[in-house]
């Protein structure tokens, strides 16, 4: 469906709010490492999503239990500050290190310089084993509906 239909015709009738609208045309990132998976959907306004996509699943192996950064994956920093602040109960993060790199970190990891894209949700208890492969994916929720 088309955003423009969506706010113009389902909006108004109540059948979802704007707010939860919006959300049907966030990006989803879904991050795999052995066999758990944790995900999180963010408005990507950098191009997150479109840069992922094209190589997804991307792979990658590192040896740390607590952050992961794909450096092929360079993104520059935007302008307008984060709506995503570091939350007391929210283990993982996806986030922009001070030098553009696209990361998955655990909230031990997560710095005032890091730029915060979006909380990370898994079904059960999400954790990085080292020299695991991971899997990062780009999955865009307008496409989930279609």
């Known amino acids: 469906m088309k955003r423009s239909f969506v706010m113009e015709f389902v909006v108004p009738k109540d059948i979802l709010t704007e707010a939860e609208a919006d959300r049907f045309y ?7 490492n052995g066999s758990k998976i944790i995900t999180g ?5 950098i191009g997150v999503g479109r840069t992922i ?7 990658i192996t590192r040896s740390s239990d607590k952050i992961i950064r ?4 360079k993104f520059r ?3 307008t500050p984060s709506i995503v602040k570091k939350t ?3 283990e993982w993060y996806l ?9 998955l970190k655990h909230h031990t990891m997560v710095y005032p310089s890091d730029y915060l894209l ?12 080292p020299n695991q492969t991971t899997t990062i994916q780009a999955i865009f929720n307008r496409d989930i509906l279609q």
Do not use: C, W
Not at 95 to 103: K, N, Q, R, T, Y
């Open 26 to 32: 966030f990006t989803r990132i879904s991050v795999k």
């Open 41 to 45: 959907d963010f408005k990507d306004d």
């Open 53 to 59: 996509e094209p190589q997804s699943p991307y792979n």
């Open 70 to 73: 794909f450096l092929d994956l």
């Open 77 to 79: 920093m935007p302008k």
């Open 88 to 90: 007391h109960g929210i």
């Open 95 to 103: 986030s922009l290190d001070e030098d553009g790199v696209l990361s």
């Open 118 to 129: 979006a909380e990370m949700n898994s079904e059960t208890e999400f954790s990085l084993t």
